[in-house]
T-cell receptor
């Protein structure tokens, strides 16, 4: 159903640690976005990358950072984890200016 | 912050019935999209309607958009148990991000 792959699927980290989440975009998609979804809420936009450059950022602190690689895979890094960072993290890719986004199945991050 | 608000928050119907979900938003948009999410996993893109369109169909789905009222509706006809999921509207203002609503949880009973 989806051409976007995220890893890992589940992760448990301790407060204060750092985490890296990975996303492999659908082939040919040059835009990747990351979203955070807390339980019972809609996804919140973290940032978007287009051709390896950040193309927009939501209301998240600098300890949330990202990278997009030439093969259009992407990473989301979160430093100094806080309990409120516990959420489902979703990666979505698309062609620039085309219809809709393809989402991955997400990484469930739990911070204890 | 959430852009859209879906109504109702939860909806329970029998198989074969129609399900209607509404979405309101706050700012001007380029397009509005509807997504389905099963059991807190990834979102599946259902349909996109552009700001200059008023109605769009895809299979059993019908979406309307009223930009003057800043609202949209998603109609699922002849619902099936497999349609049980959460449904989100998302607005795209400039093509750089989606702003999601709070979602409607749909339960379809066999």
């Amino acid at each position: 159903e989806t051409g976007v792959t995220q890893s890992p699927t589940h992760l448990i980290k301790t407060r204060g640690q750092q985490v890296t989440l990975r996303c492999s975009s659908q082939s040919g998609h040059n835009t990747v976005s990351w979203y955070q979804q807390a339980l019972g809420q809609g996804p919140q936009f973290i940032f978007q990358y287009y051709r390896e450059e950040e193309n927009g950022r939501g209301n998240f602190p600098p300890r949330f950072s990202g990278l997009q690689f030439p093969n259009y895979s992407s990473e989301l890094n979160v430093n100094a984890l806080e309990l409120d960072d516990s959420a489902l993290y979703l990666c979505a890719s698309s062609y620039r200016d085309r219809d809709g986004y393809t989402f991955g199945s997400g990484t469930r991050l739990t911070v204890v | 912050s959430q852009q859209g608000e879906e109504d109702p928050q939860a909806l329970s119907i029998q198989e074969g019935e129609n399900a209607t979900m509404n979405c309101s938003y706050k700012t001007s948009i380029n397009n509005l999209q509807w997504y389905r999410q099963n059991s807190g996993r990834g979102l599946v893109h259902l349909i996109l309607i552009r700001s200059n369109e008023r109605e769009k169909h895809s299979g059993r789905l019908r979406v309307t958009l009223d930009t003057s009222k800043k609202s949209s509706s998603l109609l699922i006809t002849a619902s099936r148990a497999a349609d049980t999921a959460s449904y989100f509207c998302a607005t795209d203002e400039r093509g750089d991000k989606l702003i999601f609503g709070t979602g409607t949880r749909l339960q379809v009973f066999p």
